[in-house]
Nanobody, 113 residues
Framework: QEQLVESGGGLVHAGGSLRLSCVASGFTFSEYPMRWYRQAPGRERELVAGISSNGGSTSLADSVKGRFTISRDNAKNTVYLQMNSLKPEDTAVYYC??????WGQGTQVTVSS
């Protein structure tokens, strides 16, 4: 069964950090670029970060540059999103995405002020 399962969300104070994980299964993870998206209440889903299949190329939305890092471990079929210096406006459900499958179920991140 092909699936993406996110974890690592939670409640954190502004300025804190979280690391999200997305474990892939059922397909050859190392062949696919991966992305992280987020969706805040009442807003459209937005692209946060992307990483190439071998991890050699990454991109970040301007709103998270300097604070977030995307990485992957192909041996563990996992993509990560390290989030530092979190702000209340980072509050959203975070989803990992692979064009082969679509989105995972999401993990909630809440940043209190």
């Amino acid at each position: 069964q092909e699936q993406l399962v996110e974890s690592g969300g939670g409640l954190v104070h502004a300025g804190g950090s979280l690391r999200l994980s997305c474990v892939a299964s059922g397909f050859t993870f190392s062949e696919y670029p991966m992305r992280w998206y987020r969706q805040a209440p009442g807003r459209e889903r937005e692209l946060v970060a992307g990483i190439s299949s071998n991890g050699g190329s990454t991109s970040l939305a301007d709103s998270v540059k300097g604070r977030f890092t995307i990485s992957r471990d192909n041996a563990k079929n996992t993509v990560y999103l390290q989030m530092n210096s979190l702000k209340p406006e980072d509050t959203a459900v975070y989803y990992c995405y692979c064009y082969r499958l679509g989105w995972g179920q999401g993990t909630q991140v809440t940043v209190s002020s």
